[in-house]
Each structure stands twice: as C-alpha cells, then as structure tokens.
C-alpha cells in the first residue's frame, strides 16, 4: 500500500518564474491538502482540496493555486515565484473532515534564486 | 486566526534524561495532534487527543490535553538518541489543522 507520493522531490526556479508540484494521496484518502515549510518553522496549510474543489485555505496569496483530479491526486501550482517562497513543500492525504489525521508526503524542496 | 505556541524552542538533553514539550492554543480545539519530523524528513503522527482530560501512553511518550481543550503537553522519559527531531502539536477544528513551530530535541548519548 504506498503511502503519500510528491514529485519532484527537489527544484529549482528563478524568480518570476512558475512551478507545478504533485502530490498522489494514500490509498483510500479522498482529502489533500498542502502546506509549505520554511526552514526551522512549522507547515504552514495553504489549502485543502475536496471531491475536485478548494475546500478550505489558509492565509497565502492568489499566487498559490492547486487542483485535485477524479482519482484523488493533486496539483499545486505557485506563480511568479519570489525568494520567499523557497520552502519544503509538502502534501497531506487524510479522509473525512479537514482536521482529521495528516498523512504526509517526503515533500518537494524548493529553491527559487 | 487560531494560534498555536510550543515550547521551548530547542532542547538539548543527556540520553537518559527526561523531556517535555508545551503546546497552547488561542482557541479551543475539537483535538490536538502530534507529529514528529525527523531531520532532513517529513512530519510524522504520532497520536491524536480528542477529550478533556485526556491522558495517553506510547512507551516511554505520555501525552495530555488539557481541561480547557486549549493545551497540551508531551513528555518522554529516559530520551534516547532515537528520539531526535523536531516534536509538532496540531490544534484541530473541523476544518484545518493548525501546526505550532515545534520543538527540537537534541539527544547527547
């Protein structure tokens, strides 16, 4: 049963630039939502993606957008990238209510120059 | 917008000593979770506290929540240098989980 899967696993972007990540859920999870982690901080929630819509988000900006497909899997998409968006990425699936249990994927690390 | 504070920051502790870290929420939460993130890795669960009261054991790991359901604690005895890395509290409502900064914890043997 394979758990949480991102790709790429690493990147690197220059500003302005834009970037897509991936993010397949773990089996029989329904619910992805997607966090960025600065270095030494917590994971921020950016959004969370619900039977192929936005379902909550959290405090970033319209650059950050993401789409959930028919099998569950998810994209998100940062545009115009700035130096401040270099961070861990990383994609959660869980199943029911938005708060439920977080099962996280390795994350893509990204570094925009 | 819902907060959530940990300390300390960073601990630095002797194999063999005890560790507890502190999770305050500026709201109250329907549950709290725990996650542990090992250097160079991803969060991972550890549990989840649901009541009021509640108190749970994972080995040498004892976790509580609160009466007021808006903090938390988490304690580990006799650390050992498999328990390096960074310890996360989640607050949950319904909707989102809020993550505090975590604490690092360091294990000198």
């Known amino acids: 049963d394979a758990g949480v899967t991102q790709s790429p696993t690493h990147l690197i972007k220059t500003r302005g630039q834009q970037v897509t990540l991936r993010c397949s859920p773990k089996s029989g999870h329904d619910t992805v939502s997607w966090y960025q982690q600065a270095l030494g901080q917590g994971p921020q929630f950016i959004f969370q993606y619900y039977e192929e819509e936005e379902r909550q988000r959290g405090n970033f900006p319209d650059r950050f957008s993401g789409h959930q497909f028919p099998n569950y899997s998810s994209e998100l998409n940062v545009n115009a990238l700035l130096l401040g968006d270099s961070a861990l990425y990383l994609c959660a699936s869980s199943t029911g209510q938005g708060g439920d249990i977080q099962y996280f994927g390795a994350g893509t690390r990204l570094s925009v120059l | 917008g819902q907060q959530v504070m940990q300390i300390p920051q960073y601990q630095h502790v002797q194999e063999g000593e005890d560790f507890t870290t502190y999770c305050n929420s500026s709201t109250t939460l329907s549950n709290i979770q725990w996650y542990k993130q090992r250097p160079g890795g991803h969060p991972v669960f550890l549990i989840q506290?649901?009541?009021?009261?509640e108190v749970k054991k994972q080995k040498r790991l004892t976790f509580q929540f609160g009466e007021a359901k808006k903090n938390s604690s988490l304690h580990i005895t006799a650390t050992q240098t498999t328990d390096v890395g960074t310890y996360f509290c989640a607050g949950g409502d319904y909707s989102t989980l809020t993550f505090g900064k975590g604490t690092m914890l360091l294990v000198s043997p």
């Open positions: 506290l649901v009541k009021s009261g």
